[in-house]
């Protein structure tokens, strides 16, 4: 479970941010990879080298590191979230014609490699996303992946039954299952919900009228399920004041993702574990920046990639958030 999305500045910079909901144990740390870092493919050990430095919020385990989010230098930036019951990836061939990558490098590896959405495109034409198992959960992940760069450009990738998708996020919201088109066409249940006050009423002859304020968001769902999430945070997007300033774009993020952030009780899991919100952070793509708070520590820190960023060529473990 876990819900993201883009904010646009007046000054013309793109925000990116999430909610990592989860029911597993985890230990997010912050990393920088440095320019030209070279690294495993998880399938066939063959090194694989980026381009671009970036920082990322991830989790090294049993040798493996994974990421959740990150930015890199061009301010091309992405998230991971889970995909149940929808994601459906290729098998590992020997030999083919299609680059392959695990499905759990995926988001290393275009952030390593891709400066823009454009990028990313050409790159997915000849790659092939494997299924393999994670050491966090000791299974093969659903996934799919929400991707911004600077100039605001947004999409999902999702990969189904139907193949490989690259789909425009023109709403800029992306939550769980199910696929990103259904939730878009959802949205239309909800048309009515307005941040203006409901008018008064007349049924026969009686005079109802409003409690108070905010009688137009009456239609909004109050749940944590992947689609009410997702019509939450794509009403409050729409309608909040855009942000004049870095710092204001900031705080509107943090308190728009406070709409949907899960507190530790409200979902329990049939493992009988609890499916919280474990972390909310968000990227400023011009400066490539992260502001983040955790479940346990509500003070909002934040770690740059230009003043963090190494010059050796082994990636820098910034600590735990």
């Known amino acids: 479970m876990c819900t993201a999305f883009t904010l646009r500045s007046r000054q013309g910079e793109t925000f990116f941010g999430r909610n990592m ?3 597993y144990d985890i230990q997010p740390h912050l990393y920088i990879i440095p320019k030209y870092y070279e690294w495993d493919n998880s399938l066939n050990m063959e090194k694989i080298h980026d381009v671009y430095s970036f920082i990322g919020i991830g989790q090294e385990l049993e040798g493996d590191l994974g990421f959740f989010d990150g930015v890199n230098e ?4 992405a998230a991971a979230l889970y995909f149940a019951g929808y994601a459906q990836y290729d098998t590992w061939q020997a030999s083919g014609d299609r680059e392959q990558i695990a499905s759990i490098d995926f988001l290393h590896y275009i952030l390593g490699r891709c400066a823009d959405i454009g990028d990313l495109r050409q790159l997915l034409k000849n790659l092939s996303i494997v299924g393999l198992e ?35 996020n023109s709403i800029g ?25 409901s ?5 026969g002859n009686v005079r109802l009228t ?21 019509v939450r945070t794509a009403y409050l ?22 709409s949907v952030t899960i507190p530790k009780g409200a979902v329990v899991t049939s493992r009988n574990t609890y499916d919280y919100t474990k972390y909310t952070a968000f990227i400023n793509t011009a400066t490539c920046e992260y502001f983040f708070k955790t479940y346990d520590n509500i003070q909002v820190g934040m770690a740059s990639l230009f003043e963090n960023c190494a010059q050796s060529p082994e990636l820098v ?3 735990g958030l």
């Not at 299952?177 to 959802?186: A, E, F, G, L, M």
Request: hydrophobic fraction near 35%.
């Open 21 to 23: 909901d989860f029911s």
């Open 74 to 77: 061009m301010g091309f930036a």
């Open 134 to 168: 994670d050491p966090v959960t000791k299974t093969v992940a659903p996934l799919h992946w929400m991707v911004v760069d600077r100039s605001g450009e947004c999409v999902v990738i999702e990969q189904t039954e139907r193949g490989m998708e690259v789909i425009a």
């Open 173 to 197: 919201v992306m939550a769980n299952s199910p696929d990103y088109q259904w939730h878009k066409t959802n949205l239309r249940n909800y048309m009515e919900a307005t941040p203006y006050q």
């Open 199 to 203: 008018e008064e009423a007349n049924w």
């Open 210 to 230: 409003p409690f108070g304020q905010a009688g137009g968001t009456q239609t909004l769902p109050g749940g944590y399920t992947s689609p009410e999430r997702f």
């Open 237 to 258: 997007k729409s309608f909040i004041p855009a942000p004049q300033s870095r710092m204001e774009a900031v705080v509107s993020c943090f308190h728009v993702m406070e």
């Open 317 to 319: 473990n910034l600590g």
